[in-house]
């Protein structure tokens, strides 16, 4: 696709008329920083347009495009998912050429002009892929079939599979082309590291940095506020957007505190060393003079506050890989910060309070809500009376037990729900163009647990919470186990007193606490991993087509440890790294070998958090800029030397490291 400036026609929808031109929410709806200029968008033709400031997903979304992606297995149509790094359907290549970067996640491209962007993993074309005949023989592909198919009928069979294997291998082709964009490396040394821009990050850096701390925040988004952009709270009389901007130019200006936006740290080392990669030019056509493309991060903090928020996790029923089949929060994200709503009759599925928060503001921004399914008895009594208040019809104790449809979802089948979470009673189809759901919240542990401390399982919540602190670290947040956002807060300058305390510093008097902190405490979420005995396949790993069926496969062939189900079935080892895959997966093996939760436990948590390009990992050491050193004075080193081998430097003794050259023709290795 190809976007190009054009000037904003008028507005063809009115909010009390409830018009609709594709899937935008009426002018007031928008936030603050969505600019009038328009943008053409060249995904397939006609042309698409969005809005800058949008990203790729609510572009796609406004304009009512259904099916981004075909997935890696069975090449089944996939729509948007998410709304964040978790992201596991809408994988594009961006640009041309030398700079075409595939396995892009829609969730995090920013608009631009003259940006391109294409569909991967399909043949002749997106709508008609003749790879989805893989469905036929699903049958036969079901997991760990690789280790038992390529294995003759001669010795030598395998040279023949091996082409085969490694041409349907990946989503995407990297291009060919050296790449002629530069990176760079730079380290930072700080007091104390706040990782994430939200409240509880916020509130950290404020206590941290009045405390006299040098402090840098760091967050993947590129506008500050976290949780704040996807909800209609106000904070002082502003929005989350304007209160969030108005509080870093406060914390960078008065109080010295470096913010890096767009900036994700994927990775948490000894020492309190941590690697982060900022994407300085993505959301730009070309770098600007003197710019890298990305920058690469080495951080070497005396505290770290980890305010990184929770994932959401969805609900596994048949046929949930339809695209229109979304997380309810994702939902809720497009509707409250980009003006777009993901369809225009939509059914909420849900086990905890999430859901009625979409429902409730979507209800308010014109949308029709189908239904509120939520699977809990007795959901609280004071969000069933304002959904009702909005004519949300309300069935607790029922949940989504199929979605319908071909291309998209057209409607879901209704089932109730007994003690253990079975169907039970009548079953009821209702028309619906978007299913939200939502199955529970997990924290993002990920950099607690790459610091060494194992996670720990909370019953009550139904999560795994960080673990010992084994570095100096501290939890805020979702993360630290707030159940709002007055309690986020709190944590937040909690978390950065002490770290500033532990700095040596005397932790500041004042606050800043705004107003407009909501505290309601949220009721309990009901676990539930798997809606048994709807009709069609029911995903697990949507990225890589992992099944209710593999995962109890796994089981019945003895692959239990949790580590043999991930590697047995391929369950969270797609670029996403199974952020809404792996919980259900574990619950499922877990419920199968009859044990808790916390006796399944976790595979590994690795860095990096998100795919960090080679790029940004080489910095300047390319080309002739790589730091040689002598070779050793031995006799392969001479013959290396006189084959034209060169070595790079590693760590301060400039010890070599393997040659990275190639032998001159003639010569073997």
Request: charged fraction near 25%; include cysteine; hydrophobic fraction near 35%.
């Amino acid at each position: 696709m190809r976007w190009k400036s054009r000037a904003p026609g008028p507005e063809k929808h009115n909010r009390k008329a409830r018009r609709w031109v594709n899937e935008r929410i009426s002018p007031e709806q928008r936030r603050p920083h969505r600019s009038p200029a328009r943008t053409a968008l060249h995904l397939r033709r006609p042309p698409l347009s969005g809005y800058a400031g949008d990203t790729l997903a609510s572009a796609l979304l406004a304009n009512g495009q259904k099916t981004v992606a075909r997935s890696f297995k069975y090449h089944r149509r996939r729509g948007i998912y998410a709304a964040g790094s978790d992201e596991p359907n809408a994988l594009v290549g961006l640009r041309h050429g030398a700079r075409h970067e595939p396995n892009c996640r829609a969730t995090g491209v920013e608009l631009y002009d003259g940006l391109t962007a294409e569909s991967q993993n399909r043949w002749p074309s997106l709508d008609f892929d003749l790879g989805a005949m893989n469905g036929l023989f699903s049958p036969f592909f079901v997991a760990g079939f690789y280790y038992k198919t390529f294995m003759g009928p001669t010795r030598h069979a395998w040279m023949f599979y091996e082409k085969l294997i490694r041409k349907a291998a990946g989503m995407g082709e990297a291009s060919l082309e050296p790449d002629p964009d530069r990176y760079d490396t730079r380290h930072a040394w700080c007091d104390v590291l706040v990782v994430g821009a939200g409240p509880a990050g916020l509130a950290a850096a404020r206590a941290a940095a009045t405390s006299g701390a040098k402090v840098l925040i760091a967050d993947e988004s590129p506008d500050p506020g976290g949780s704040l952009l996807s909800e209609t709270t106000e904070l002082d009389g502003k929005t989350g957007y304007e209160w969030a901007r108005r509080e870093i130019q406060v914390l960078t200006d008065q109080h010295g505190v470096d913010y890096l936006p767009r900036t994700t740290v994927y990775g948490y080392y000894d020492d309190n060393i941590l690697g982060a990669v900022e994407r300085v030019s993505d959301h730009h056509p070309l770098p600007r003079a003197g710019q890298p493309r990305h920058r690469h991060w080495i951080i070497k903090a005396r505290r770290v506050v980890l305010a990184t928020g929770a994932l959401e996790r969805p609900l596994v029923f048949g046929n949930n890989d339809l695209p229109g089949v979304m997380l309810s929060g994702a939902v809720r994200d497009y509707a409250n910060r980009y003006g777009v709503a993901a369809g225009r009759n939509i059914l909420v599925a849900t086990t905890n309070d999430s859901g009625y928060r979409t429902a409730i503001d979507l209800a308010r921004a014109g949308v029709r809500i189908a239904c509120l399914a939520d699977g809990r008895r007795e959901p609280p009594a004071d969000l069933v009376a304002e959904a009702e208040s909005l004519a949300i019809p309300v069935r607790s104790g029922s949940t989504v037990l199929a979605a319908e449809g071909r291309k998209a979802v057209t409607s879901a089948v209704l089932t109730e729900l007994d003690d253990d979470g079975r169907p039970r009673g009548k079953q009821d189809s209702i028309q619906a163009d978007c299913l939200a759901v939502s199955g529970g919240w997990s924290p993002v542990i990920h950099l607690t647990a790459q610091a060494g401390g194992k996670p720990r399982y909370d019953e009550e919540r139904g999560q795994f919470m960080p673990g010992e602190a084994l570095q100096d670290w501290s939890a805020a947040g979702a993360l630290g186990g707030a159940d709002s956002l007055a309690d986020a807060w709190e944590q937040g300058e909690q978390a950065g007193g002490r770290a500033a305390e532990a700095c040596g510093l005397t932790p500041a008097a004042t606050s800043g606490r705004p107003d407009g902190l909501e505290n309601r405490k949220p009721g309990l979420t009901r676990l539930l991993f798997q809606v048994e005995g709807g009709k069609g396949k029911a995903f697990v790993d949507l990225q890589h087509d992992v099944t209710a069926r593999d995962v109890k496969l796994a089981h019945q062939e003895g692959f239990v440890s949790v580590e043999h189900l991930k590697r047995y079935t391929t369950l969270g080892m797609a670029c996403d790294q199974g952020k809404t895959s792996n919980i259900n997966g574990l619950g499922m093996m877990a419920s199968l070998l009859d044990v808790p939760l916390d006796v399944a436990g976790t595979t590994r948590f690795r860095p990096p958090y998100t795919p960090v390009s080679l790029g940004a990992l080489a910095g300047r050491a390319t080309g002739s800029n790589l730091r040689p050193c002598a070779a050793p004075r031995c006799t392969t080193g001479t013959w290396r030397m006189a084959a034209s081998w060169w070595r790079s430097a590693c760590g301060s003794a400039r010890a070599p490291i393997r040659s990275r050259g190639k032998p001159n023709p003639g010569h073997t290795s």
